[in-house]
């Protein structure tokens, strides 16, 4: 069964450094999403993707952040200067473009800012 | 506004004893609602979802969920609990209002569920 694959699984990094989350979609998916879970806390909407534009971002997607899609498979997340408070998993989803179809996520990127 | 509660953060039951997982939402249109499971350093997987039409839904693994809408609820049952049962589960709920065709989620807190030998 087609996956969503999420790399690095972990990545470590000084504040105030850039990050880049990557996700390779499901192939035939249109929707794309970031989704983020600090420690002890609810999975976090943070902003989603289609037609190569973002359709929706949550306040948390403030300009630190930002989304691209450089090529035909894979979806990036970028934070431009890292927080102690962006510390959490990060969750990439995609689904297909019929509404009623679910998400499909990845494993996730666990990010620690030091 | 949309938003999900999930009633009980950790919920231990014995090995063959009843499962229930409570979830409620609240949606100012009519719901899309999912329940995922998501296990120890996992991604969050499917197990099932209601969208429009039959109000029990049957997923994987055993597991079925009923929506109520009286209620506001889309509680998560399984007769008969297996070990490898134990995970998080999340209830989650999207809209599908014509002003945007997003569909993002939002979550409840998660109930952590143990099963006991």
């Known amino acids: 069964e087609p996956e969503v694959t999420q790399t690095p699984s972990h990545q470590v990094t000084q504040m105030g450094q850039e990050v880049i989350l990557r996700c390779v979609p499901i192939?035939?998916?249109?929707?794309f999403y970031w989704y983020r879970q600090i420690l002890g806390q609810k999975v976090e909407f943070l902003v989603s993707f289609y037609n190569n534009e973002i359709s929706e971002k949550s306040e948390i997607f403030d300009d630190q952040f930002s989304v691209e899609r450089p090529d035909g498979s894979n979806f990036t997340l970028k934070i431009r200067s890292t927080k102690l408070e962006d510390s959490a998993m990060y969750f990439c989803a995609s689904r297909q473009v019929t509404g009623n179809q679910p998400q499909h996520f990845g494993d996730g990127t666990r990010l620690s800012i030091l | 506004a949309q938003s999900v509660t999930q009633l009980g953060s950790h919920v231990s039951v014995s090995e063959g004893a009843l499962v229930l997982l409570r979830c409620n939402y609240s949606s100012s249109v009519p719901p899309y609602l999912f329940w995922y499971v998501q296990y120890p350093n996992q991604g969050l997987q499917l197990l099932l979802k209601?969208?429009?039409?039959?109000?029990l839904v049957k997923g994987i693994n055993g597991f079925e969920a009923e929506f109520k809408k009286s209620e506001t609820s889309f509680h998560l049952t399984k007769p008969s609990a297996h070990m490898s049962d134990a995970a998080e589960y999340f209830c989650?709920?999207?809209?599908?209002?014509?002003?945007?065709?997003?569909?993002?989620?939002?979550f409840g807190k998660g109930t952590l569920l143990t099963v006991n030998p």
């Open positions: 989650a709920v999207s809209t599908h209002n014509s002003g945007g065709s997003n569909y993002k989620l939002t």
């Open positions: 209601y969208t429009t039409g039959a109000t």
């Open positions: 192939s035939n998916h249109l929707y």
